[in-house]
């Protein structure tokens, strides 16, 4: 099978995504539930390390995604801009 640019972009994005949101979700559960068993809390710390996770792995979906897009356009003026030169 032959990859081209645009479906390896698409995996490294895929992966980067997923990646940033496991992580996220996984490091804010385990310090809640660190937290829940040092303080003797259960499970008070642990609710508020998913939602943290949660918030964290979305704005991060946010930045990627408006990080992607900003350079996107920019890539398409770039190449407006010396269609318009050539011509």
Known sequence: MKLDRSTLQAWAL???????????LVGCI?????????LHSSPIFLL???FMGLALAGYNLYRL???????????????????????
Request: charged residues 30%; positive net charge; aromatic residues 8%.
């Open 65 to 87: 995604t408006l990080f992607r897009t900003s350079r996107e356009i920019r890539r398409s003026r770039h190449r407006r801009s010396n269609d318009s030169d050539q011509e």
């Open 14 to 24: 895929a992966s980067e995504v997923g990646c940033s949101i496991a992580i996220f």
């Open 48 to 50: 508020i390390g998913i």
């Open 30 to 38: 385990v310090g809640g539930a660190f937290l829940d068993r040092y």
